[in-house]
């Protein structure tokens, strides 16, 4: 049975970065959301170092890798998101509730852990797809799914490798299923991060800087 120290002691925090003020977003180690606070550049300092060392996700922005250096030396494990979609609250929830991406054997696995993958039912030998499953964390899911849809808006001004599919895929099924698909693309891209520490490339030509802090989510 889970203690209530336990429960209430903040292991991921999520931060979202801004010019003057900054979105705290704190999970323990179930995913419960422990913590939200809007805060200072100067009182944002002072809470993460009086923070136990806890796993830190910050979208990769001007600035963040500043932050990344001073997070770390006050020995948090930080990590930089550049993956659409997926911001500071997103990769929050998902680093909680996912503690070792590698208990699952490849992302379709743990995509279908979090219900993102579509049931089967098979008709006179056919097999025909269904709405997704639903299992698994339903805030999660949610989060995932409104990051694809966000990352979606902004598709058809891309002209990367990912941007280019799911616009292929809206123009076929619509929108929602084209959400869904890119919610659970999201979710095996982040499984190749999390259990090989890779970094994301949006395409073969653009990647991240290797030389940055290595992050793989970017970690």
């Known amino acids: ?33 422990v913590m939200r606070k809007k805060l200072s550049r100067s009182k944002l300092t002072a809470l993460m ?31 930089l998101m550049t993956i659409p979609g997926v ?10 509730a996912v503690a070792d991406a590698k208990e699952f054997k490849n992302g379709r696995e743990m995509s279908a852990w979090l219900g993102l993958v579509p049931r089967q039912h098979s008709t006179g030998g056919k097999p025909k797809l269904l709405g997704i499953s639903k299992r698994g964390d339903t805030y999660l899911r949610k989060l995932l799914i409104h990051g694809a849809r966000a990352a979606l808006r902004f598709a058809d ?16 099924r619509g929108r929602n299923i084209a959400a869904v698909a890119l919610a659970n693309k999201t979710v095996r891209t982040s499984w190749v991060l999390l259990s090989k520490g890779e970094d994301y490339r949006s395409s073969p030509k653009s990647a991240v800087n290797s030389n940055s802090i290595r992050f793989g989510f970017v970690t």
């Not at 500071?88 to 680093?95: D, G, S």
Request: proline residues 2%; aromatic residues 6%.
């Open 1 to 33: 049975m889970r203690n209530y120290s336990e429960r209430k002691e903040i292991k991921v925090v999520g931060i979202d970065l801004a010019k003057d003020t900054f979105h705290l977003h704190g999970a323990d180690a179930y995913g419960n959301a």
């Open 49 to 79: 170092a009086n923070l136990s060392p806890c796993l830190v996700g910050m979208e990769t922005c001007g600035g963040s890798h500043d932050w990344a250096r001073r997070l770390m030396a006050m020995g948090h494990d930080v990590r």
């Open 87 to 96: 911001g500071p609250i997103t990769a929050t929830a998902l680093a909680a």
């Open 157 to 172: 001004r891309k002209q990367d490798r990912r941007s280019r599919w799911v616009m292929e895929v809206e123009s076929r």
